[in-house]
């Protein structure tokens, strides 16, 4: 640290910034210098080699490190001043780029964009021309977020923007390679290639951190209004989430009583393993034999291990995961434990009554009628005269909790019983 505060880190960061400029003015000098010492100055295809590295070697470039907090032009610079000279430099290296590339098509007699330099030329110009529109569209992101996030416009919009800047570079580069070769010095070339990489890389150093963090703003946080008057605010990214709660703990606790809630994971049910596998050996036997779809970091909670209803012999497990794990299960659909292939299915508990078959109390607390699981009559399901099979008597089957739905849709289908959630619409509606 000097005396005035700054960090000699801090004054290296401004010392490279400052380098960085006059370098984009060096290779912008040296490739208008060599075009115009050797070609026609009313020549189409000139100006098409002088506008095009114009707009994107020295506007976009200047463009894109203008937001880096190390730049030492824009260092006191308002945001919004920042972002309105953005947009100008922006706007105006796209119409010096399409006009250099209408100037090649109108020199250029045959077919066009059959060159690698010309297809990738082509794919920057769409690219940035897209980054133009999504910039506008960001400009207005209060208006359009009825419709999509803003956050989602800016990620797009900047995305956008580093593709074609990146194979605008690259397609200057090949620029220089194949025409330039004729006219200056290969090492000289080579220099300035190596140059521009530096500088390409030195210009998208911030934007891409941007990049990352739009991205994890994106993922991380959900808030969710809670019936007692608070709100329940929840993170996918562990690291900011304990970012987040410290902040919280520092500068809301005097306020407001802020509570950790530990987080709910997803149940699977396994069926399948024989009745020699054991509850501690079961969580081991599947991590050893299933590495690609649980990582010894996994969590599992085993909840309960009980046999089948048909067979004895055959056991299944209630087990609490973590979501990544969880995804893998269900995509996969089997899991190997032993010597068995056993099936995985996703289990979501919901209170179910045994009295009236509604959800979310139970049959000790019902204060409806009795309601037949099949026919939906006032009787026990297992004194109704309807055959259990699922196949059978599909016709007199009536589900109680989709007949009351009936009232908001004449389309919903009530013929089967109140445990075929396959074909129950109240239950799925349950679930959400």
Known sequence: MTADGISITQRLSWTLNIIF???????????????????????LGTWHMVLTPLGIMLLMMESLILFTKDNIYTLHMPRTKKHYIH?????????????????????????HFTTTHGILGLSAWVLIWCSVFLGI??????VLKRFVKPVWIKLCHTLMGVSGFTLGVVTLGYGLKEYFGRISHEKVIIAAI???????????????????NQIRNILATKVKPVSSGGLLISC?????????????????????????????????????????????????YMKKQNPDLIQQSSFCKLIRLWPTRYNTN?????????????????????VLIGLNPCSVYDTISIPRCYNCNGFCHSSNQCKKELSCSLCAGKHKGKDCNLPQNKSEGVDKKRCIDCQSMRNHSEHININHAAWEYNLCEAYKMALQ
């Open 194 to 212: 190596v140059t521009m990489a530096i500088l390409y890389a030195w210009a998208l150093l911030d934007t891409v951190k941007s990049i990352y």
């Open 87 to 111: 947009s100008s430099l922006q706007i105006l290296s796209t119409i010096l780029i399409t006009t250099g590339i209408a100037f090649r098509i109108k020199s250029k007699s045959g077919h």
């Open 236 to 284: 996918n990214d562990a690291v900011g989430g304990n970012k987040f709660k410290e902040i919280a703990f520092v500068n809301l606790s005097e306020t407001y009583n802020i509570k950790e809630v530990n987080p709910l994971h997803p149940k699977i049910r396994i069926v399948g393993f024989s009745s020699d596998v054991s509850e501690n050996l079961l969580w081991s």
């Open 314 to 334: 055959v056991f299944q497990a209630d087990a609490e995961v973590d979501v990544v794990t969880y995804n893998l299960l269900l995509k996969s659909g089997h």
């Open 21 to 43: 400029h006059q370098a984009v003015a060096v290779i912008t000098v040296y490739i208008l210098t060599t075009v115009f010492a050797s070609s026609e100055v009313n020549s």
């Open 137 to 142: 569209a960001t400009s207005q992101s209060q």
